[in-house]
């Protein structure tokens, strides 16, 4: 039963009610019954009450501070009127768990760092599974099922990674209250994860990159470049013309194909240059790696497991020759480290505290020269002893 609230709602008390340990309701003696529902999260939603055949019904409505207070008491006689046959309004379970998930991720997820992550992971992997199905009749045995899959496919840290979101997706529902309960709420990870510290040597990097002649186009480029550039797998095989300058030597990268959402300027040694000169080109096709002609390149999985047999290379995986590129560059080049960190754009590297407030700069020029220094010693340790 909602507490008798003795004095009105104002935008100044709403404005001023802080998430605490436990989500909690402050009611508006205006309109009996609405109220105001405080998340621990911050998230405050507009709901309003009402008895029906002896027990109390809530539906949610609005979300402040896109619904207004003025706006929730004229909104309310209206939600109260469609709860008249017992139906609380706010309880979405009949709606398809593909039209709460474009909600969750346009109101919930899309200002956050890994949005694209998230998006590209539900829309892979919880979409085709869940997608149909009413929000309210998935149940915890579909999520389990869900994820046994995606460990079964051969990817456990996907799974931990799908589960996490999913259980993020749930817990919105339910501060919303679209949702009473989170199916996913005691499900726990498939996998343990340990932090990967594989650096492949000169002699597997040498066995690989011989191995990528062989396999050709698409793949083969690809993972050249990933061990003369240190970028990431998707900045590469994802890559458009529009973004390559052969005159200046430079794969330009927008803020939305990066990691941690800056522009970024990858510099090109003569051998990289090389490779994307050699690269098949047809009218009217702007990726550099595609099969279709219309779609970026996929099925890593498949193509790993090739190059593992053709190179006599196991236990690795895409990103360990970025680490590899890192590593070698520093300790067998001399690369200075905050170098290297400006080529991989990390969002925080070598410079740390004060001094990386001050040190803003790029390093163009020296990027550019550390690149080529690394092309060229990767060269020498591919045709040594040939």
Known sequence: MPKLALQPLTELAIRKAKPADK???IFDASVRGLGLRVATSGTKSWFIMRRF??????????????????????????VLADMADGSPQGQRKADPFKVVLEEWLKKDQEKNKSFQQVRIAMYRHALPALGNMPLGSITKRDLNNLIDKIVQDGSPVAANR???????FFSWCRERDILEQSPAETIKPPSSEKIRDRVLTLSEIKSIWIACNQIGYPWGPIFQLLLLTGARLREISEASWNEVSIADGTLDLPASRTKNGRPHQI??????????????????????????GETPVSGFSKIKKRLDVASS????????????????????VGISPVITDKIL?????????????????????????????????????????K
């Open 345 to 385: 754009n990390h969002a925080t590297g070598q410079v740390r505290g004060v001094a990386a407030v001050y040190q803003r700069g790029e390093f163009l020029r020296e990027r550019q020269t550390a690149l080529q220094e690394w092309a060229n010693f990767l060269e020498n340790t591919v045709t040594d002893g």
């Open 53 to 78: 055949k002896g027990r109390m019904l809530r539906s949610t409505f609005g979300r402040y501070p896109d619904m207004t207070l003025a706006q929730a008491r004229q909104k309310a006689p209206e």
């Open 162 to 168: 799908v589960l996490a979101f999913i259980k993020r």
């Open 267 to 292: 510099h090109l040694a003569d051998q990289a240059l090389k490779i994307f000169q050699n690269l098949p080109r047809t009218d009217g096709q702007n990726l550099l790696f595609t099969t279709n």
């Open 23 to 25: 989500r909690y309701d």
């Open 313 to 332: 290379v196991t236990d690795w995986r895409f990103h360990d020759l970025r680490r590899s590129f890192a590593t070698h560059s520093t300790e067998k």
